[in-house]
């Protein structure tokens, strides 16, 4: 298969999407060990910006019998060559089929993944159904901020963890020890035994095992355990989050009612300053990256972040290392921050007022009033920040035609307090549609329809009109599809094969995504949309 590989990749584009023997990638030799290899369901570039999916192969590998190996969806000029010369899906490590691993994990982010994810099974030469899976052939999970519902996904993949990862990894590859090499145990199945044993694991679902509704989800206490990795793999070519991170924070202590990943994520945990330091040090020295990011879901909440902050730039600047914080709350950002920021290279900042006027932010709990968005604009433009983004949803519950305006009375608001600080400032405005989901406040609220979504973003187009503002929108029949699978149960599932089965892949690229497919697939099942 090595040779067939590399007479198709002078054939495609990014063949270093394939290649594998990045710095820091890990090679470690397959016999007498536990085969896992993990993914993310969409491109090379999507799929190596996840953190977690970088945490979960260091974890792995620290393990004398577990190998860990990755693989990404192959894009349409690959898959067509793969098909083309028969070539299944493989590792990037070893350039070893996927079907020859023991466990198969997905890390499943975004709704609009789902069709890469039946297409890798199909494109492994697995069978789509979990049901028709047999002894001998790998146990697929999926993680993620998707399995917060995973009833859409329920009949493809043989297991879901629910929750932090970090841990629950390790015991699930424990318990598949017992069940080696998979043959029939007492006159039962290998398979159905370890499907079962892995129902009992805490914060492992497996559909006709146990119930979803009984599976209390997995928390690491904390995340200064955790073994992050200090030399990440360093890719080929620039991916989306081209840059080092340091996890400053798990959770939210805001308590925005739109929000699944701070509904979910409780309680509130912070990593120590000094090992944000450490991390940080280490990550700069074994990457070569010229941006390091503090992520979390509000890393400007850390009661410590100052003093990491200021540690690393101190350490970074002479190296032209610029620190980055993308998550940073406009009510929490002042200029001698946004000047730190901006120490090495210009830089932009993102503030998320998501309602224009103060009474629907009150109503969805978005502590921000006026006066601190526009403080913080002054803030970030005077302190050197020239590009701003900005996040307003529209749909969101009791939304009036009042609050639609304030969006755009907001951004004319917001455009000059820039320019009155720094000339050079320009915003961007994007505009995505409220989804509810699983574990929200909002979880039972309705979703406005496909009509009503594009009427809205119709009024922003002709009424938000300046040269420094650029208006960006989300997909509406994207958003629509999201909806369908964030609240979906089984029968979603249905419609996802029917998507797949049409030819719908990369959903996520406007480039790929197909209405017309989607639209067969929905009809086909529901009047939903």
Not at 390 to 402: A, H, K, N, S, V
Not at 420 to 434: A, D, G, L, Q
Request: hydrophobic share 40%.
């Amino acid at each position: 298969m090595r040779d067939q590989i590399e007479k198709i990749l002078p054939l495609v584009s990014k063949p270093a999407r394939y290649i594998g023997n990045e710095l820091n990638s890990i090679h470690k030799p397959h016999e007498d060990k536990i085969r896992i290899a993990l993914s993310y369901p969409d491109n090379y570039e999507i799929g190596m910006s996840n953190l977690g999916l970088q945490i979960l192969y260091h974890i792995l590998n620290q393990k004398a019998d577990i190998v860990a190996e990755r693989f990404y969806a192959p894009w349409p000029d690959m898959e067509d060559k793969m098909k083309a010369s028969g070539i299944p899906l493989f590792s990037l490590e070893s350039w070893t089929p996927v079907k020859d691993f023991d466990i198969i994990g997905f890390s499943v982010q975004n709704e609009l993944t789902y069709t890469n994810l039946l297409n890798m099974i199909a494109l492994a030469g697995l069978p789509l159904m979990s049901k028709d899976r047999k002894d001998g052939q790998p146990i697929i999970i999926a993680g993620g901020a998707c399995t917060n519902n995973p009833e859409p996904l329920a009949d493809f993949v043989d297991a879901f963890v629910v929750g932090d990862g970090e841990e629950v990894i390790l015991e699930i590859a424990d318990t598949y020890k017992r069940y080696i090499p998979g043959k029939p145990v007492d006159g039962a199945h290998a398979r159905h035994l370890l499907l079962s044993a892995l129902s009992n694991i805490p914060g492992v679902y497996v559909p006709g095992h146990n119930k979803f509704n009984n599976v209390k989800r997995r928390i690491v206490d904390d995340i200064n355990t955790i073994d992050y990795p200090a030399a990440p793999i360093v890719p080929f070519i620039e991916i989306i989050h081209d840059r080092a991170m340091v996890e400053i924070m798990r959770g939210c202590p805001r308590r925005c009612k739109f929000c699944q990943a701070g509904a979910v994520n409780k309680p509130v945990r912070l990593m120590k300053p000094e090992r944000i330091v450490e991390l940080g040090k280490k990550l700069a020295a074994n990457t070569g990256f010229e941006e390091l990011s503090l992520v979390s879901l509000s890393s400007s909440d850390h009661p410590k972040l100052g003093q990491a902050a200021e540690e690393l730039i101190k350490a970074l600047s002479p190296k032209r290392i610029s620190l980055s914080l993308p998550s940073l709350r406009a009510d929490t950002l002042d200029e001698n921050t946004a000047r730190q920021m901006t120490a090495v290279r210009s830089s932009g900042f993102t503030i998320a007022p998501e309602a224009g006027t103060q009474r629907l932010r009150d109503h969805i709990c978005k502590d921000l009033t006026e006066e601190k968005i526009l403080g913080s604009i002054r803030s970030a433009a005077a302190g050197g920040a020239n590009r701003i983004k900005l996040y307003f949803m529209i749909g969101l519950p009791t939304e009036t035609q009042d609050d639609l305006e304030g969006i755009v009375d907001l951004a004319y608001k917001i455009i000059k307090e820039a320019k009155s600080s720094n000339p050079r400032s320009k915003i961007t405005v994007n505009v995505s549609t409220f989804i509810p989901k699983k574990g929200t406040a909002f979880e039972n609220e309705k979703m406005i329809s496909l009509k009503e979504t594009l009427q809205k973003q119709q009024f922003l187009k002709d009424t938000l009109k300046h040269r420094s503002i650029d208006l960006k929108w989300h997909d509406p029949m994207m958003s629509q599809i999201e909806g369908v699978f964030a609240t979906g149960g089984k029968e979603a599932g249905k419609i996802l094969l029917r998507a797949y089965e049409l030819g719908c892949r990369f959903d996520n690229w406007s480039e790929y995504f197909n209405r017309e497919k989607w639209e067969t697939a929905i009809a086909t099942h529901t009047d939903k949309i």
